[in-house]
């Protein structure tokens, strides 16, 4: 029987936690299809200002126009299907006059794909779909890791201990997205009056980095990651469970302290121009990765042994 991963399905899951995987997973596939192809699309973009005759610049031209609106085509599937929770979610929040964590995802996506749009129909400016495919492919991803992590400890008894860190991670996540909303009203403001062909990169930027998609798994991992070290023990039990849930909350914290430190440190280089879109996204979801690797750590054989399981073993091992 194969042992029990930080991700595998809850013995209890019900038909409308099997449906909501299925439906995230099929976004999420959908997503990184998209990204792919426009990736490539936006290839003679990236060569758009390098050095050749005037007969090649011209032939360059309409390629790009033609790649840019395929890649148009492709996106808005992509905005309108697979991005649909974030729009139903950002609505819901707005709809109770309060600030859910799918706003600034919305204004990020909405920011990146309008002047794109408008810039293809007129030809003139720069686009951004490479930016917003990668930006609901990554989401999407992190989102389901998330999905994956609070399903997994669903139906589960927790600590008062527990509560609290969850709680503290909300507050967290929520208090961190209105100031990087403000932030990036205010930096995309200044850009605006002194560099109005940056403003929007840097906004969408800031608006891609204020997705708290890693402070928001960074609780619901480590249970993950607990849970999973307590099904691995079967009936043997954990030898000290106290010991066991120390760690688990050491973890928490890790991801927690982690995570708001790397967006720390990311944005101001956002919001000095250094750091492209598509760059944002690509920290997102690594940072993201980060927070599920960190948890992972919890349940390896030899991190389980030392937070006080007994009787585990690696899985694929053979009893003696």
């Known amino acids: 029987m194969r042992a029990p991963s930080l991700f595998t399905p809850p013995p209890n899951m ?37 050095a050749r005759s005037s007969d090649a610049q011209q032939s360059l031209e309409q390629a790009i126009i033609l790649m840019n609106w395929l890649s148009l085509i492709l996106c808005v599937p992509l905005v309108l299907y697979c991005a649909w929770p974030v729009w139903g979610g950002a609505w819901r929040s707005l ?64 600590e008062g201990q527990d509560t609290e860190l969850l ?28 560099q109005p062909g940056q403003a929007v990169a840097v906004t969408v930027a800031l608006l891609v980095m204020s997705c708290p998609c890693a402070l928001s798994m960074s609780v619901p991992a480590a249970l993950a990651a607990r849970h999973t070290v307590r099904l691995r023990a079967g009936a043997d039990g954990v030898r000290d469970p106290a010991a066991l849930d120390r760690a688990m909350r050491r973890i928490a914290r890790q991801n927690l302290h982690g995570s708001l430190a790397w967006h720390l440190l990311m944005t101001p280089l956002a919001a000095c121009g250094w750091v492209q879109p598509w760059v944002a996204a690509i920290t997102m979801l690594l940072s993201s990765l980060a927070v599920a690797a960190n948890a992972w750590r919890l349940t390896r054989p030899a991190a389980a042994d030392a937070a006080g399981q007994a009787g585990v073993r690696p899985a694929g091992a053979v009893p003696g």
Do not use: K, N
């Open 167 to 194: 709680r503290s991670a909300d507050r967290l996540a929520f208090w961190f997205v209105c100031i990087q909303i403000l932030l990036a009203v205010l930096v995309g403001l200044y850009w605006w009056q002194v």
């Open 14 to 50: 019900t038909d409308t936690m099997r449906h909501e995987r299925r439906h995230m997973l099929a976004r999420t596939g959908l997503a990184w299809l998209v990204m792919m192809q426009v990736m490539m699309l936006a290839f003679p973009g990236y060569l758009r200002h390098g």
């Open 95 to 158: 709809s109770q006059r309060r600030i859910g964590m799918d706003v600034p995802v919305a204004l990020g996506i909405l920011a990146a794909f309008v002047p794109s749009v408008i810039a293809t129909w007129r030809d003139v400016g720069e686009v951004y779909f490479d930016s917003v495919s990668m930006f609901v492919a990554f989401l999407l991803t992190a989102r389901f890791l998330e999905a994956c992590a609070r399903q997994a400890v669903s139906g589960q008894p927790h």
